[in-house]
């Protein structure tokens, strides 16, 4: 029996009705999510969608040299594995565990059929498209116009908004990958911020102090990323 209490902490499951939620009973999954774990690879062929709970995900664009940078980042927000229902079995990004956690999936094939139901479950996976694509689109002009400092800061806001603590376990060298820079530079950024009392970090761990501290430090890629989210999903439930 699927756990709805805990599903719901899904804010994309939470908006379905409960005729949605009986429908797919049966289909969804709870799924461990452990730091680092890959839930498709570029250029493969995705088999299932995920919902995280607890759990935060980066989707990461790569290279042909093995270089990586984040493209987005996906929570209790939202689903992975958007390129299924939009017209794509496979994609040119790789998704990875950033924060471990917890989630549902789902066979592709089942959402496919939801989808192309063409009721309220398009609509609302559609609006969730254009906020992730606007999230992307804003970290192109972050990382082309913004310093490295004020990335940082956005990019902790952003895993902040989809945690229910105010830490985070990861290494500098796993931050720095996502944000395509030298480990070094990372160091430094977050030296700074703890100096000043925003952060703590400790052996893996980024406690943040200060979040509005935080939040003026940041760029206002943030904020127009947040204000996208809640223009297109503020819908409690869909009809």
């Given at each position: ?179 395509g820079v030298r480990r070094e530079t ?54």
């Amino acid at each position: 029996m699927i756990p709805w209490i805990g599903a719901k902490k899904n804010q994309l499951l939470a908006a379905l009705s409960e005729v949605e939620l009986e429908r797919w009973r049966s289909q969804l999954e709870v799924v461990e999510m452990p730091l680092g774990q890959v839930l498709y690879e570029s250029g493969g062929v995705l088999e299932y969608v995920y919902f995280p709970t607890s759990a935060i995900v980066s989707i990461l664009y790569v290279l042909e040299n093995g270089s990586t940078a984040e493209i987005a980042v996906v929570g209790n927000e939202g689903i992975i594995g958007i390129s299924l229902f939009i017209g794509g079995e496979s994609t040119c990004s790789r998704a990875v565990v950033q924060s471990a956690g917890h989630g549902f999936r789902m066979p592709e094939k089942i959402l496919n059929d939801e989808f192309y139901r063409s009721g309220p479950v398009l609509q609302l996976l559609l609006r969730y498209t254009q906020a992730l694509i606007a999230q992307m689109a804003q970290t192109a002009i972050c990382n082309r116009h913004h310093t490295l400092s004020q990335q940082l800061c956005r990019w902790l806001l952003l895993s902040l908004d989809r945690l229910e603590a105010n830490e985070l376990v990861i290494t500098q060298e796993l931050i720095a990958n996502m944000l395509g820079v030298r480990r070094e530079t990372v160091t430094e950024s977050a030296h700074k911020l703890q100096n000043e009392g925003v952060i703590k970090y400790v052996r893996g761990r980024i406690t943040v102090l200060d979040r509005h501290g935080l939040e003026q430090r940041s760029c206002e890629c943030y904020g127009v990323v947040k204000r996208e989210y809640e223009r297109l999903l503020s819908t409690k439930t869909v009809a």
